[in-house]
Nanobody
C-alpha cells in the first residue's frame, strides 16, 4: 500500500509556472506507475499525465502536451508535474495517483485504473 501527498499548488498569473510534487510513503515506490489528474469546479476529474514505473514512458492529455512535464525520482519516492505557460483553464485541484502496473513500461489514463490517490492540491491561474 502507498500513501500520497501532493504539494506545490498555489496562485499564479497566466503564462507562469508551477511545479507540483507528490510524495509517496511506504516501500517499493519504484514499482508503481503514477499519474496526475485534475478536477475543475463543476467538472469531472480528468487525466493530465502519466509515467511508467521505469520512467521510460510518459503520456499527456492533449490539453497540456508541450506545456506540462511529468517526471519521477524513485530515490526520493516523489513524482513531479512541471507546469509551464499556465492558462486560466488549468485552474483545478490536482491529484496524483498510483497503481502497480502490469508491465514496467505501462502507463494508465483511466481514473478507475488507479488504486491510490492523494488528497489534492489547488492550482489557480489568474488572467
Amino acid at each position: 500500500q502507498v500513501q500520497l501527498v501532493e504539494s506545490g499548488g498555489g496562485l499564479v498569473q497566466a503564462g507562469g509556472s508551477l511545479r507540483l510534487s507528490c510524495a509517496a510513503s511506504g516501500r517499493a515506490f519504484s514499482s508503481y506507475a503514477m499519474g496526475w489528474f485534475r478536477q475543475a469546479p463543476g467538472k469531472e476529474r480528468e487525466f493530465v499525465a502519466a509515467i511508467s514505473r521505469s520512467d521510460v514512458n510518459t503520456y499527456y492529455a492533449d490539453s497540456v502536451k508541450g506545456r506540462f512535464t511529468i517526471s519521477r525520482d524513485n530515490a526520493k519516492n516523489t513524482v513531479f508535474l512541471q507546469m509551464n505557460s499556465l492558462k486560466p483553464e488549468d485552474t483545478a485541484v490536482y491529484y496524483c495517483a498510483a497503481r502497480r502496473p502490469l508491465y514496467g513500461s505501462s502507463w494508465y489514463v483511466g481514473e478507475s485504473e488507479y488504486d491510490y490517490w492523494g488528497q489534492g492540491t489547488q492550482v489557480t491561474v489568474s488572467s
